[in-house]
């Protein structure tokens, strides 16, 4: 049985006090990754799945934390709509438990109270926004709208990071010497007299770090290789 949640009609809900804003001028834009909702409450998880789907989102709904975990994994891009408080386990737990796992999905937090040492624990795990119940519809997509975005940063950064690495790995034990000089602004007679080595000697290593790094010049390698922990 998939846990992803198909209605075809708005579940009731109560009206709200205000005007609600129109869901679909909440997502200015669509963006990849899916909306993991974790609710044990049936309704809220219907009702929840009901607007994120109707706003244009792909969700995956499940009542608990042990369904989440056995479904999702790390790979699995997209974000968090996780309800505080989980039957006996609470949303807090499952934090723990993805942060063991090395999983930083986005988070958004809803909860039918906004304690505030809930609120602060749940920022400390990492929880990017805090809702309470009953959440606007509106507000909901947007927020989500933004997690998905950071989400999607995020594994672009690390798939930078990733080919980056690769780049890196191709180089000689020497060309790993000289590359940190050139990253200081040493010139190639500096680094040859610092390495002991001829200047052309120094020149080819600068040369062959460029092309291996994929970097036109010097500049390029330094901003290249300044969020890199060199070995």
Do not use: W
């Amino acid at each position: 049985m998939t846990p992803t949640e198909l209605l075809t009609s708005p579940p009731q809900a109560p009206a709200p006090s205000q005007a609600p804003r129109s869901i679909e001028s909440a997502v200015t834009h669509s963006v990849p990754g899916t909306v993991f909702l974790v609710d044990d409450d049936p309704d809220a998880r219907a009702q929840l799945s009901y607007h994120l789907m109707k706003a244009g989102f792909s969700v995956q709904a499940f009542e608990g934390a042990a369904h989440f975990l056995a479904s999702v994994g790390p790979l699995d891009a997209g974000c968090l709509v996780l309800d505080l408080q989980l039957g006996g386990d609470t949303g807090l737990d499952l934090l723990t438990l993805l942060a063991d796992r090395h999983e930083e999905r986005p988070v958004v937090m809803i909860s039918g109270e906004a304690e505030v040492p809930s609120v602060v624990q749940a920022v400390q795990g990492g929880v990017v926004d805090f809702l309470v119940k009953p959440v606007d519809p509106a507000t909901l997509c947007s927020r989500v709208a933004h997690c998905l975005a950071l989400d999607e940063q995020r594994r672009a950064n690390v798939a930078a990071e990733r080919d980056l690495r690769r780049r890196y790995n191709k180089l000689t034990p020497r060309e790993r010497e000289v590359m940190p000089l050139l990253v200081e602004g040493k010139t190639v007679k500096r680094i040859a007299a610092d390495l002991g080595i001829s200047p052309k000697t120094a020149d080819v290593h600068r040369g062959r770090i460029l092309q291996k790094m994929d970097c036109d010049s010097v500049v390029d390698l330094v901003h290249a290789v300044r969020d890199l922990k060199l070995d």
